[in-house]
């Protein structure tokens, strides 16, 4: 019974939210501001990332009741998480998810509406907006969690992780030189879990020798420089086997995968290479970096 009222939960909520997209589908097809992005336009740009937002709607639906505990609490509730402090449930490895899962949903949106002719500027800004509404449906049911309940901090971060992936759209040459990845490595406690398993995530920034004029033609285009944060020790699976609490901050020296086997972009690239090089801009191959780092 308890689950089945999760579900009924959660699919008014899920039923809410694409209401929400279908006024603002509605609602587009506004006058442009001439020489940028026009935000009615939104409702118009909803209709065509469609599939893409609904699926990864019911993606964190399931995975919220399966791993988030929504549903678990009847009332609406708000919880400071203190960020990256000692005390905290992740050592704010989830603060840095949320960045990135936000980064991760603008890009991915923003790129298929580029492919479908928007401008770069229409096209991250009506991403961001999306990957937005998404995370705030994903808020707004951590508010009926026991354990999570809806958390500033983590609009917060969701707000960072967009902003960034609409600067890298709108500069090209921001995009050629930063990333922001995910690198996991299954802890042992949670199974395959790269979005909830805290323990075996690290977050890192890339800067790619590759995006700089002076290194472009050089064998230094196949290098990066890496630097990041991890939390070990924090789970409640972690503390039972005895295993300490811990941050890291680290730095080191990588290979730029996207540059050994995609290149430089080109102009038009096939579904397949863009698919490779989002993944690659993403996602950091374990064992492919040099790192040393800080415990603290």
């Keep these: 019974m308890q689950m089945k009222s999760r579900t009924t939960r959660s699919y008014r ?177 949670k199974g395959f879990r790269p979005l909830s398993d805290y323990e075996g995530q690290r977050y890192l920034l890339a800067l790619k020798l590759s995006g700089f004029a002076g290194a472009r033609s050089t064998p230094l285009r196949f290098l990066e420089l890496l630097a990041g944060y991890e939390a070990r020790g924090f789970s409640r699976a972690a503390a039972a086997a005895g295993q300490e609490r811990r941050r890291e901050v680290f730095w080191g020296v990588g290979l730029n995968l996207t540059e050994l086997f995609l290149g430089k972009r080109a102009d038009a690239e096939s579904t397949p290479a863009t698919a490779a090089r989002l993944f690659l801009e993403h996602i950091n191959i374990p064992g492919t970096s040099a790192r040393s780092g800080e415990h603290f």
């Design 13 to 189: 909520l899920v039923t809410a939210l694409l209401s929400l997209m279908h006024l603002a589908c509605q609602a587009g097809g506004g006058d442009a501001v001439p020489g940028g992005p026009r935000i009615p336009a939104w409702g118009e740009d909803i209709q065509a990332i469609g599939t893409e937002a609904a699926v990864v709607v019911a993606g964190v639906s399931a995975l919220g009741l399966r791993s988030w505990d929504w549903g678990s609490s009847r009332r609406f509730h708000t919880h400071s998480e203190g960020w990256f402090a000692p005390a905290t449930g992740s050592g704010g490895t989830d603060k840095l998810g949320h960045a990135f899962t936000s980064y991760a949903l603008t890009n991915v949106f923003a790129e298929r509406l580029q492919r479908q002719g928007r401008s770069p500027e229409q096209a991250a800004l009506s991403a961001a907006l999306t990957a937005q509404a998404v995370m705030l449906y994903v808020e707004a049911f951590d508010g009926f969690s026991k354990d999570h309940g809806f958390s500033r901090e983590d609009v917060t971060m969701n707000l960072l992780g967009s902003g960034l992936a609409y600067a890298r759209h709108i500069h090209p040459q921001l995009r050629e030189t930063l990333d922001y990845r995910l690198e996991y490595r299954p802890s042992g406690y």
